[in-house]
């Protein structure tokens, strides 16, 4: 006798029975990424907008007409970019071991793989993010993502097209390596969205992650990162500070943050 169908596998079976694995593995995952950054990411733009919650904006805001043209090359890079990415890299995927047939992963599979990408993700991620801050990277690729100082949380993936490979391949490369579920990956994905989106909101509320979660880098500890002189800047981890607490690269904000320096002298 077959075991019982939870809620949850009952919604993939339905997803799964209208959609073919590639139509879920590109368009479906390109829809469900637009869908969760953009609405995540819309608020901290509405608030520098119109002026809300002011007094836990970590710098000053930035215009509408800048906001817009964020907006605008945001669009064209992610069809331009992003989408063929996730349709050419599905074979490889599949091959690596992909899969969205029934039984979903039991949770703790799905956590601990996860959790798996964020470390390695964090790794690459570090390294990379350290080498597009020497002269010639950052002047020719990495400046790109740097022209808001001021950053909000839909400038988190506005970027050269060169970096947003970059930033895909760390981002792809720890799931490459465990061939997982296609429902352990959406997670994954949403996750990576809504912790860079915060990271770049350019807010530090008393509700922030940072407050609560060890090692957690967040809103304050990556607006530092813009707001310097990209030879200072430091703070070049993408989610968790172990890396920079590690190899000494925290230590300009941390000197900052004890200090209650005013920061924005280095610009």
Not at 57 to 80: D, E, F, G, M, P
Not at 119 to 144: C, N, P
Not at 190 to 196: A, D, Q
Request: charged share 15%; hydrophobic share 45%; proline share 5%.
């Amino acid at each position: 006798m077959a075991a019982p169908v939870s809620g949850l596998e009952s919604a993939w079976q339905l997803v799964t029975a209208n959609f073919t694995e590639f139509q879920l593995a590109t368009v479906i995952t390109f829809l469900l990424h637009e869908t969760v950054f953009f609405l995540s990411g819309l608020p901290s733009l509405l608030f520098e907008r119109f002026g809300l919650f002011a007094k836990y904006k970590i710098q000053k805001s930035n215009t509408s007409a800048y906001q817009n043209r964020c907006v605008l090359r945001l669009i064209l890079y992610h069809v331009c970019v992003n989408l063929p990415v996730m349709i050419f890299s599905y074979p490889a995927f599949k091959f690596m071991g992909l899969r969205s047939s029934l039984p979903l992963p039991h949770w703790t599979v799905v956590v601990s793989q996860v959790l798996f990408y964020f470390v390695l993700e964090d790794f690459i991620f570090y390294w990379g993010h350290r080498a597009l801050h020497t002269k010639w990277l950052y002047k020719h690729v990495h400046s790109v993502h740097h022209e808001y100082a001021t950053p909000f949380g839909l400038t988190s993936e506005y970027a050269h097209p060169a970096e947003i490979l970059f930033l895909g391949f760390a981002t792809i490369v720890g799931p490459a390596l465990t061939g997982p579920h296609l429902f352990t990956l959406w997670l994954w994905m949403v996750l990576r969205v809504l912790e860079t989106v915060e990271a770049h909101s350019g807010y530090h509320f008393p509700w922030s992650p940072s407050n609560f979660l060890p090692l957690y880098g967040g809103s304050d500890f990556h607006d530092y990162h813009h707001r310097v002189l990209y030879t200072k800047s430091g703070n070049y981890a993408s989610t968790f500070v172990y890396m920079d607490w590690l190899f000494g690269t925290d230590k300009d904000y941390r000197k900052a943050k004890a200090g209650g320096e005013n920061e924005g002298k280095n610009l």
